[in-house]
């Protein structure tokens, strides 16, 4: 079973501050994405990758961007934090095509005052 | 872009008694459906994979895909509270089908 894990598990910051989210993955994974999930709303898919370099955008880019930097480590960066983006992220990854699962980790909780 | 709903947003049962979770989906063309279910906002476990319409039996869980009707659901036999937590119903999308969107859930309460 992939193993993903995510840093910080909480954060705080206030708006206007810069902030990077952390995703690891173990199980060499092709693919890896970045979720938000809110009250309301189901997860909402931010960015994804399908290697290192590569970055696709999902459907909820604005505001964030992100970094593949090896096939393990997939980074998301808010420059200019706003209250709007209070929320708990996830990161998932998978080998990719429609019956690969996708596996998650425990979830980041962003506070920005 | 697909859409996913879920019914009903909560739903309380009896330890033991059988509980049924509705998905309905905007586009029958979707191969990918999963069901997950996540403890108090923490991460999210994978409990059934179906892609073809019929039954996927995984343990105490199973899934019921009919495309046609644009529908999926999860029964949960003999449920114990350990069970209480919200159940995600995500279906894939885009040209690989390695993108899914989810439902808000349903948040289950299984009283002792």
């Known amino acids: 079973e992939a193993a993903v894990t995510q840093s910080p598990r909480n954060k705080v910051t206030v708006t206007g501050g810069n902030v990077t989210l952390s995703c690891r993955q173990t199980n060499s994974h092709n693919y890896m994405y970045w979720y938000r999930q809110d009250t309301g709303h189901g997860l909402r898919l931010i960015h994804y990758?399908?290697?290192?370099?590569?970055?696709q955008i999902g459907d909820v880019p604005d505001g964030y961007k992100a970094t593949r930097t090896t096939q393990e480590d997939f980074f998301l960066l808010l420059e200019l934090a706003s209250p709007s983006q209070t929320s708990l992220y996830f990161c998932?990854?998978?080998?990719?095509?429609?019956?690969?699962?996708?596996?998650f980790g425990p979830g980041t909780r962003l506070t920005v005052l | 872009q697909q859409k996913v709903q879920q019914s009903p947003e909560s739903l309380t049962v009896s330890e033991g008694a059988m509980a049924s979770l509705n998905c309905t989906f905007s586009d029958g063309t979707s191969n990918n459906f999963r069901w997950y279910r996540q403890h108090s906002a923490k991460g999210l476990e994978v409990l059934v994979s179906i892609f073809s319409d019929g039954e996927k039996e995984e343990g105490r869980f199973t899934a019921h895909l009919n495309r046609a009707n644009l529908h999926v659901s999860l029964h949960i036999r003999e449920p114990q509270p350990s069970d209480s937590a919200v159940y995600l119903c995500?279906?894939?999308?885009?040209?690989?089908?390695?993108?899914?969107?989810f439902g808000i859930g349903t948040l289950l309460s299984v009283k002792p």
């Open positions: 998932a990854s998978s080998d990719g095509g429609s019956y690969a699962e996708q596996f």
């Open positions: 990758s399908y290697g290192a370099g590569n970055l």
């Open positions: 995500a279906v894939g999308y885009g040209s690989s089908g390695n993108k899914l969107i």
